[in-house]
């Protein structure tokens, strides 16, 4: 579809709606016809294709291998971890009719998938030389959101999911630690978003989990997002499930087991936190296309030679293994070429008409802002991987300035209160450790505790909570999420 020249509302006076307009504007995303789903247009499913790639060359280091599970789960599955079922009840979809016929069990739409994968651990392990059992799958989970939010928080998301089986806690452990690493990785250095790493609450782990480690982002509206998760689930479901092992010992053991994973919210996450009124912001490290080449034409001239000039800027850049795309369409005005490149957030932009041909040079300009710029052609390509490179780097620098800028340590509750009421943004503030005092906590302010700083051992001393005044050892990080 043509691109069309519509006023884009202003993230700078309403960044909600901005955030749904921008979305659809540079064909992101659709809505899709049932309430809560959406349809990933192919320039957003680069990107997320940019994220596998990553990920899955993270993954395979450590030897974590691809699969695939069924989508369908049988009921009696579900309700095998009891915590687990309680967890996910609210959010499931459930199918009871198959074929025409009434189903002798309903089946639940996969929302996770820890019980269908286990279900077949049991099956594969048997021995101590069976693991670890390193597994992970790309798919989609249905979870009945009732409020959605295109990429954020929709009734149907993609993710990876990873799940293993390690022979001691130890082992599991290091698992977890190391996906939560590779999470802060993909964050940090393709998507440009500084992270908070901690552990979740007990309220607020994953359902059957003994504890959560997640990563936290902050938007620009002093939001914080729940970016990607990593779960010690302990012996829980190993027993659940009774998938043993013969230990070295030559007695029987249960399994220790992780899962974790990041979803398709990482997207919506990039796209809030890097636009501007003018539309995206796309980190060079991601963005489907790095450099738009628009062609400078006046009207009744020969192109010919223009066109061979640029076609040879677009092959030196491609040999270099970047991104780019010459925008020759001759149905569109030259404005509204530029307009259109901005609002899909292409980190650069070349103008190359006959002057520049002429002077064997370029003329660009990074989407992130700043004025035009002349170089030599010989000057330009050896340099721009770097050029692209400190995009990234600008972009990044200004999410982590963001993100310290609304940090606050806090003391007392009127300072709480009065930052969840106006700028919002993370807190850090000793807290009891209470679910009683958490959920109240909630109900005042609208913040969750996003979590457990990861250094929080270090030098805390003990103090007294933040709301109920009961004694507190550790500084929590508090937000307001989506």
């Known amino acids: ?39 990933i247009r192919p320039y957003a ?4 294709e940019s994220i596998q790639e990553a990920l899955n060359r ?3 280091t450590a030897g974590v291998q691809n699969a695939y599970f069924p989508m369908f789960i049988p009921m009696s599955y579900l309700q095998k971890e009891k915590e687990h079922v309680k967890g996910f009840s609210p959010e499931l979809a459930v199918v009871t009719i198959g074929g025409g016929e009434t189903l002798s069990e309903p089946l639940a739409v996969r929302p996770t998938s820890e ?31 009732k409020r959605t939010y295109l990429f954020l928080r929709t009734t149907e998301f993609l993710w990876q999911e990873g799940h293993t089986a390690h022979a001691t806690h130890e082992d599991a452990l290091a698992m977890v630690t190391q996906a939560h690493e590779w999470y802060r990785q993909i964050y940090e250095d393709y998507l440009a978003l500084p992270v908070m790493m901690g552990t979740k609450s007990a309220t607020e782990k994953f359902a059957g989990a003994i504890a959560t480690y997640t990563i936290e982002t902050l938007m620009p509206d002093g939001k914080s997002l729940q970016s990607g998760t990593s779960h010690d689930l302990g012996q829980n479901f190993s027993k659940a499930f009774d998938i043993t092992f013969q230990n070295k010992e030559g007695t029987l053991d249960h399994v220790w087991q992780t899962s974790w994973g990041l979803t398709t919210r990482s997207l919506g996450g990039m796209f809030l936190a890097h636009g501007d009124d003018q539309g995206l912001i796309l980190p060079p490290r991601v963005a489907p296309t790095q450099i738009v080449i628009v062609p400078i034409t006046k009207a009744n ?182």
């Open 115 to 145: 019980t269908i994968m286990y279900s077949m651990f049991k099956k594969w392990v048997s021995s101590y030389r069976d693991l670890p059992l390193l597994l992970n799958q790309w798919c989609n989970v249905v979870r009945w959101e």
């Open 1 to 39: 579809m043509a691109f069309e020249k519509k006023e884009l509302k202003k993230k700078s006076e309403n960044i909600a709606d901005w955030y749904n307009d921008v979305v659809l504007k540079s064909e992101l995303a659709d809505y899709g016809p049932v309430r809560g789903t959406m349809v």
């Open 301 to 482: 001239t020969d192109t010919t030679k223009l066109f061979i000039y640029i076609e040879r800027i677009a092959h030196s850049l491609r040999e270099l293994g970047i991104r780019v795309h010459v925008d020759m369409r001759d149905s569109m005005t030259i404005g509204r070429k530029f307009n259109e490149w901005e609002v899909k957030g292409v980190p650069m932009r070349l103008e190359i008409g006959e002057k520049e041909m002429n002077d064997e040079c370029v003329t660009f300009v990074f989407r992130d802002g700043g004025e035009k710029q002349n170089l030599p052609m010989k000057g330009f390509v050896p340099e721009i991987q770097s050029m692209l490179d400190a995009m990234q780097k600008r972009l990044f620098a200004k999410q982590k300035k963001h993100l310290d800028d609304l940090t606050f340590d806090v003391s007392t509750w009127e300072e709480f209160t009065k930052i969840m009421s106006s700028t919002r943004g993370f807190i850090r503030a000793l807290w009891c450790e209470d679910a009683a005092c958490e959920k109240t906590i909630k109900e005042k302010t609208k913040a969750t505790t996003r979590c457990l700083p990861l250094d929080a051992e270090k030098g805390t001393k003990q103090g007294t909570c933040i709301h109920c005044g009961k004694p507190a050892t550790h500084r929590w990080i508090f937000g307001q999420s989506y």
């Open 45 to 48: 499913y680069a990107i997320w």
């Open 58 to 60: 993270m993954m395979k």
